[in-house]
C-alpha cells in the first residue's frame, strides 16, 4: 500500500472512527483502525464488535493494500504533523507502516488486515431514507432517555418504529419516556420495529455533520444488524433483542391541569434550581398556581438543600384548570426542557402523584412523560 492524503482529511477520518475502538478489548485488531484502499479512496474502520465505523475520505492511491494500525498511537501522531501532505507506505512483509510528512518520518507496528472483522457487504434496496438535519433533530430529543442501567439492556436502546412514511423513535429508562415522530421523504417498503443501543444512534448523529445529507437505513437479514450509511460515513450496530414496553400505556390520556410555560424561562429555573436539588435527591417542587379571574396564573420552581440553603423562582405561566403541588427530578426536566425546540411548553397533570406529560406548544411530533417523585 503507497498512499498520500491530506493530513486534514487523515486526522477528520480518525476522528469519526475513533470512537468505535474497543480500548480494552482482549483482540488486540480491536484496538487497531483498518486503513484500506477502496476504489480511489482511503477507507478508516474501526469496530467494538456491537459499533463500527467507517469512514471514507478523498486520497491519491499509488499501490493497493490494507493493513490495521494503532488507533491511538495513529490519532495521536496525525494530530501533530504538519497540515500538509503525509505519505503512507506499508511494508506487506513486516506489516510496518511508514508515515511521512514534513520533517517527520515515523514507522508503526501493525496487525495484518486479515484479522479485522468482516464488515458487511449491503444490498441498498429498500433502504429507509432519513433528511439528516431531522434525524440528529430525533436523536436529540430521545437519547437522553434511555436507561444507563445494563441490567434492563432493552431500555438501554431506542425503540425505532417505522409504517409507511411515518417514523417513531422511543426510549424510557423507568422515570420517563420521550417519544418523538417524524416524516420520511418517501415511504418504506415494509414496516420495521427495532430496538436500536441508544450510544449508537447518538454516535451516528455526531458524524453525521451535512444537515441536507440523506442517511440511508438498511436492516441485513438474519444479522441481527443495523446500518446507516451516507455519502463518507458508515455506522454498523447489533440490535437489542427483546421486547420494548408497551409505551403508549404510560402516557396519561387525560389532564387536570395544564400550565403553559416559556421554555427558556422555565429551562432557567430549572437550572437554578438544580444547584441546590443536586445535593439531595435532585427533588424541586413545583407549586403550580391557576389563573383566577384578576390574578394570572403562575408555577414557583424551588429546591432546597440543607448543606447549601434554598432557590425558588417564579415563572409566569398560563394554567388550565385546577392548581397543583408536586415534584419532579429537576434534572429530568432540565434534560427535556433543553430539547424542547418551540418558545413555549405545556406541563400537563392530574394529580401530585400522577406523571406529568410535557409538550411543546405548537408542535404535536414529540412528548415527555415524567413521573413525580414524594416530597415532604
Given at each position: ?87 503512507l ?48 433533530d ?12 445494563e ?112 421554555t ?24 403550580i ?6 390574578e ?19 415563572v ?27 418558545p ?17 406548544v ?15
Amino acid at each position: 500500500m503507497k498512499v498520500t492524503v491530506l493530513q486534514e482529511k487523515l486526522a477528520h477520518g480518525l476522528a469519526v472512527v475513533s470512537r468505535a475502538v474497543s480500548p480494552r478489548s482482549t483482540l488486540p485488531v480491536l484496538s487497531n483502525v483498518l486503513v484500506a484502499t477502496d476504489e480511489g479512496r482511503l477507507r478508516l474502520s474501526a469496530t467494538n464488535l456491537e459499533l463500527g465505523i467507517t469512514c471514507w475520505i478523498g486520497a491519491k492511491i499509488e499501490d493497493e493494500g490494507s493493513t490495521t494500525v494503532p488507533a491511538r498511537t495513529f490519532a495521536d501522531l496525525v494530530n501533530t504533523l504538519p497540515a500538509e501532505q503525509v505519505n503512507l507506505a506499508l511494508n506487506p512483509q513486516t506489516q510496518v507502516l511508514n508515515v511521512r510528512a514534513g520533517s517527520s518520518n515515523t514507522d508503526i507496528k501493525c496487525i495484518d488486515a486479515q484479522e479485522f472483522p468482516p464488515l458487511p457487504v449491503l444490498d441498498m434496496e429498500g433502504a429507509i431514507l432519513l433528511n439528516v438535519a431531522d434525524f440528529k433533530d430525533m436523536v436529540s430529543q430521545v437519547v437522553f432517555a434511555a436507561s444507563q442501567d445494563e441490567a434492563r439492556p432493552v431500555l438501554m436502546g431506542v425503540l425505532v418504529k417505522v409504517e409507511g412514511d411515518t417514523i417513531t423513535m422511543a426510549a424510557a429508562d423507568g422515570f420517563r419516556l420521550s417519544v418523538r415522530k417524524g416524516t420520511l421523504s418517501q415511504p418504506a417498503v415494509s414496516p420495521v420495529s427495532v430496538i436500536i443501543p441508544a450510544r449508537a444512534l447518538s454516535e451516528l448523529a455526531r458524524v453525521a455533520v451535512d444537515g441536507n445529507e440523506m442517511i440511508s437505513m438498511v436492516l441485513p437479514k438474519g444479522r441481527g444488524q443495523v446500518v446507516f450509511r451516507m455519502k463518507e460515513v458508515e455506522v454498523v450496530s447489533q440490535l437489542i433483542d427483546g421486547t420494548f414496553p408497551d409505551y403508549q400505556q404510560i402516557i396519561p390520556r387525560s389532564y387536570k391541569s395544564r400550565t403553559i410555560l416559556s421554555t427558556p424561562s422555565a429551562l432557567k429555573a430549572c437550572k437554578q434550581a438544580e444547584i441546590f436539588a443536586r445535593e439531595g435527591s435532585n427533588v424541586a417542587r413545583l407549586d403550580i398556581k391557576s389563573s383566577g379571574d384578576l390574578e394570572p396564573g403562575m408555577v414557583e420552581i424551588s429546591a432546597q438543600a440543607e448543606e447549601t440553603g434554598s432557590n425558588e423562582t417564579i415563572v409566569a405561566a398560563t394554567v388550565e384548570g385546577i392548581g397543583l403541588l408536586i415534584a419532579f427530578n429537576v434534572k429530568y426536566l432540565r434534560e427535556v426542557l433543553e430539547v424542547v425546540k418551540t418558545p413555549n411548553v405545556a406541563l400537563e397533570t392530574s394529580a401530585p402523584n400522577a406523571p406529568g406529560v410535557i409538550r411543546p406548544v405548537g408542535d404535536d411530533n414529540f412528548l415527555h412523560v415524567i413521573m413525580p417523585m414524594h416530597f415532604e
